[in-house]
């Protein structure tokens, strides 16, 4: 057993936990996507969303359960692990999950590179170096420093989003009466087609709640606190999705929109009056935010494995001074570095996205073989029934199948 100085501090709250789930969950994505699911959905952009929410419900559920069972980093290896008893399939799943979140993590610093450079003028490899290793830095400072770091970044990033809702109805006083216009009244294949097309997309813009097991022993009380942080998440993410995007399709034209290499520059210009540069600032935060709390997961995920016995010891030394795992995360800062300077980074949010509903599919599947076994749950766990996992497996496969065959 490891002695206290060389372990992991139990030292964030419920609300640093909620503010982490939200930087890691709202990022790029909703920049992105709101014009690719306006083209699919038109006026129903906004029920995409909710439909990939009501999708990604199930899987948040059986993380809420087993984050209780068992409250440790790298949770999904440790999930499966316990689950079906492979130590191999365990760590597979483990480096699958600091895959998707090192590619993730490359993918949003180069998009950074973009944005940073509206306003200082240097290469843009330069600039990509420059992002990861501070961001590094400011993981492997502590945990509290970094988290809460990432939350300061949270909280602008939402605030650009909530000014876009706020300028919305109030430059645009006609838009509330018009919110009846997005619910489906209708039972047309081709518009439902429309809405599911979308809801695979909007999809995506919600992965990153399941982060938040990774920081289990870094939590206080994680048996009551991260089931709770995983809810909050996912219901304050679907809310804000679906109000800025409900104000973009009310507010510019759908064709126009769905045109947009920038659709949210688009609709903050709008409906503000302000300059787009504002919200490119805003950009930037949100960018080097997906950066940071990417290291910070990655890096307590190969912590976890290397706790387990399944990685090499040395990458689960913590650090005393810090008290953080130094040396996963500059393993973890020199593979986003690779990934963002020597990759094509064309396709890696698909695959990003492939990996991660395996992963979910998987953890789901280690739920119901526990519960099947009738291994009992912590008396303070959250519990839910069988099917919800079942549930997460069906909804999973049927998302990835979907995408693999289309």
Not at 16 to 34: C, K, P, R, S
Not at 363 to 381: D, Y
Request: some cysteine; charged content about 10%.
């Amino acid at each position: 057993m490891r002695d206290d100085a060389h372990r992991l501090r139990r030292s964030l709250t419920l609300p640093l936990a909620v503010l982490y789930g939200l930087g890691v969950t709202i990022g790029a994505g909703i920049y992105v996507l709101i014009g690719a699911t306006a083209a699919r959905a038109g006026l129903y952009a906004p029920a995409a969303f909710v439909l990939a929410a009501l999708v990604m419900a199930p899987a948040a559920c059986a993380f809420a359960e087993l984050t209780g069972r068992l409250p440790v980093s790298a949770g999904e290896a440790a999930y499966v692990r316990a689950g079906f008893r492979s130590g191999t399939l365990s760590l597979i799943v483990g480096l699958m999950v600091v895959a998707a979140g090192s590619v993730s993590a490359a993918t949003v610093s180069v998009g950074s590179a973009g944005y940073i450079r509206d306003f200082i003028d240097l290469p843009d490899t330069t600039i990509i170096v420059v992002v990861v290793l501070v961001m590094g830095a400011v993981a492997g400072w502590g945990i509290v420093q970094s988290v809460t770091f990432a939350a300061l970044f949270t909280l602008i990033e939402i605030a650009g989003l909530v000014l876009i809702v706020w300028s919305g109805a109030v430059e645009h006083p006609e838009l509330p009466g018009r919110l009846p216009e997005l619910v489906p009244a209708t039972l047309d294949a081709n518009v439902w087609a429309g809405i599911l097309g979308a809801g695979l997309i909007a999809f995506f813009a919600f992965i990153g709640f399941e982060d938040l097991v990774n920081i289990a022993e870094e939590v206080k009380r994680p048996q009551r606190t991260l089931p709770w942080a995983i809810f909050w998440t996912l219901a304050l993410t679907t809310l804000v999705y679906v109000l800025v995007v409900a104000v973009a399709v009310l507010a510019v034209p759908l064709d126009e929109l769905a045109a947009s290499r920038a659709p949210l520059s688009l609709v903050f210009a709008r409906v503000t009056g302000l300059s787009p540069a504002a919200i490119s600032a805003i950009a930037i935060v949100a960018t080097l935010n997906g950066v940071i709390v990417q290291i910070i997961m990655g890096s307590r995920v190969i912590y976890g494995l290397a706790d387990q016995g399944s990685l090499p010891a040395a990458l689960g030394r913590v650090s005393p001074l810090t008290r953080t795992p130094l040396i996963a995360t500059g393993l973890v800062v020199l593979a986003i570095l690779a990934l963002a300077l020597a990759l094509p980074l064309e396709s890696l949010a698909e695959t990003t996205s492939r990996i991660t509903l395996t992963i979910f599919a998987l953890v789901c599947a280690a739920l119901v073989k526990l519960k099947l076994e009738g291994v009992p749950p912590p008396e303070t766990a959250f519990v839910v029934p069988l099917w919800v996992p079942l549930l997460g497996i069906f909804t999973c496969t049927g998302f990835l199948l979907t995408d693999l065959l289309g």
